[in-house]
């Protein structure tokens, strides 16, 4: 079979993708946003008595707000990428790189150089582009609906601590990867996938230890009940938890969560303070005289009962027991196999694809650097095949979280975990009612009301 596509062909039909994608994920936010609009007071009759009429009205607030400035990022960044690649913005760059390189006397076969000065611009424009609609996001909106615990100081400390940790991550790393795709020959896709695989189980072992303290506290769970009840719940399973761990996500938002990391034998559980009833500092704050928040309403908090967010001992088991059966059932390695599998694929097809000139000439390059063909070619050209995959993983996902939460309800904590889902569903405001087709494409977790479900069946 041979391809006639033309460069314009191949062009018009990524631009096109890109459109179709973003119509129909219009179309689904829509859909869920009319949701938000019209269910003032509709609490779903699973939840009567659950979920207080105000919650709801405030879930109903925050995500309605969230939805709206969806649509308007989105836009905003459909079309400047419409735009960069209609006006030539890759290659544009691509020569900026190239001429600043000059400067110190190194020509284009200076091509890895080339790309490590691409990267890095390309890296500090979608920062700059993206400033403004992440600091609306994080001090008007979460703000607004009382979440944001950040700073502007800690904001721009953070997001200046990220960009160097991982761009002097990413830079050596892409750099070997460009080199070892050079001098792989025919079969280079068999060394970069040992590559990647290499750099996954070292950025995994490293991560813990030595980047995710740069950027938050973590702070060992004192000795006590909730210590010894997770150490046991741990034991009954043969969890090999060697560390406990609580990190001061406060510090950012009271969104809460709780996870479980590491190899073989050296596993680490890290609970956000966020999800403990006892170590929330919103919780000790609020028994001192704390300064009145306006809600969005326009009425005070505070004054009412205690708020009290996160969830007592026996909840909290129950979530670590969801979240050991993640680990019970392999899920994580089943995702790490699924991911393996489709680097070494995604690089396979990229070898018969990379030397194909009129790809390049589609998104106005003359030459065929690698970084540019990886970029194209993994952004764009496989985009429908990155859409179809990221479609199958979310609804693995769910299916995985109704495993885990199975699990639960096998160690006989089915009644907790599901007053533990009310609780997180309601300190982090989610919105209990769906869009079928929204929540079928999007949600990587089942709907709060059909967990609830599935934990009461047969029991
Ligand atoms: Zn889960």
New binding site residues.
Partial sequence: MSMELSSEDIFNAVLAFLWVVYVWETYLSYRQRELYRSSVGKIPVELDGVLEEETFEKARLYNLDRSVFGFWSGLYSQITTSLILVFGGIPFLWRISGSLIAQFGLDAEYEITQSMVFLVGSVLYSTIDGLPWSIYSTFVIEELHGFNKQTLGFFFKDMVKKLVVSLALALPIIAALLYIIKIGGDYFFVYVWMFTLFISLSLITVYADYIAPLFDKFTPLPDGDLKSQIESLAAGIDFPLKKLFVVEGSKRSSHSNAYFYGFFKNKRIVLFDTLLEDFAPMNKESEEAKPEVPSPEGEKLGDKEKKKIGCNNNEILAVLG??LG?WKLSHNLKNLVIGQFNTFFCFMVFGLLMNRSELYEAFGFTSQPTLIGLLIIFQFIFSPYNELLSFCMTVLSRK??FE?DRFAKSLGRAAPLRSALVKLNKDNLGFPISDWLYSTWHYS?PPLIERMKALEKEE
């Fill in positions: 969801h979240e993640h995985f979280e885990a977790h």
